[in-house]
């Protein structure tokens, strides 16, 4: 689970259990997990980008925003 992609669908912030659909792609599919910020920061909301940082089995994840790539030159 660690390093998966999905987006936010239900807020997640301080002191809440949001809800992220992460892809997971041995299952062919998105799945609902669980959520809260690995780092203490800016609540993340609907469709916010983010990456698992930590799983805790079974459905629970810890998600950071996805920050783009910055273009090189």
Do not use: C, D, N, W
């Amino acid at each position: 689970m660690i390093g998966y992609t999905g987006r936010v669908t239900g807020k997640i912030g301080a002191g809440l259990v949001g809800e992220v659909l992460v892809h997971v792609p041995e299952r062919v599919g998105s799945e609902a997990f669980l959520a809260y910020l690995a780092v203490p920061g800016e609540p993340l909301p609907l469709g916010t980008q983010v990456v698992v940082v930590e799983y805790q089995p079974p459905r629970t994840v810890f998600v950071a925003p996805l920050t783009p790539l910055s273009a090189g030159g």
